[in-house]
């Protein structure tokens, strides 16, 4: 399982596992899953969510910003040893064991098969907010759902999404 180790100064405070499927937030509020106590940390900083076994960082708009490798990164997919900077504190991702269970043969994430996302965990994970459209015949609001022309040829499901 990976794990994020938060250091301040070289020295290793807290060691903190991120568990395949769930995301975890970091900032200054006590509501976050990492607390940083440093008026340089924005209360909700930044947040890592997972998809199978990639790890995405994302900067929630945070006020002095988020750096992996020394480089501000508003959205970025970790790789082991990242090093990533909030305010003057730095948290160490190491995914080593990943890569072992990925040699091992036995993992279920041991391929390199693209993943699709469903469409609300895509749009939750990249921070857009659900599209809505007007039915013509009414004008009711809608949800706009990738599924309803899941049936349909390519280009159905072309035409479907440009006349709605």
Known sequence: MPVITLMFKNKK?????IIIGQSLTI???????IVIDNLAVSGFHAQIDS???????????STNGTFVNNKKKE?????????????????????SDLKEMKAGGDNQYNDDKTRILETEDFR???????KQTKQRESDVDIEDSDDQY?????FGKLLGKLFG
């Open 150 to 154: 899941e049936e349909k040829s390519f």
């Open 13 to 17: 405070i807290k060691e903190y596992p």
């Open 51 to 61: 998809v199978s076994s990639t790890f995405v960082l994302r900067d929630l708009e």
């Open 124 to 130: 939750k994970l990249a921070g857009k907010p659900k």
């Open 75 to 95: 959205l970025h997919n970790l790789k082991n040893n990242d090093l990533i900077l909030i305010g003057k504190h730095e948290l160490l991702f190491d995914s």
């Open 27 to 33: 900032g200054r509020k006590k509501a976050n899953d």
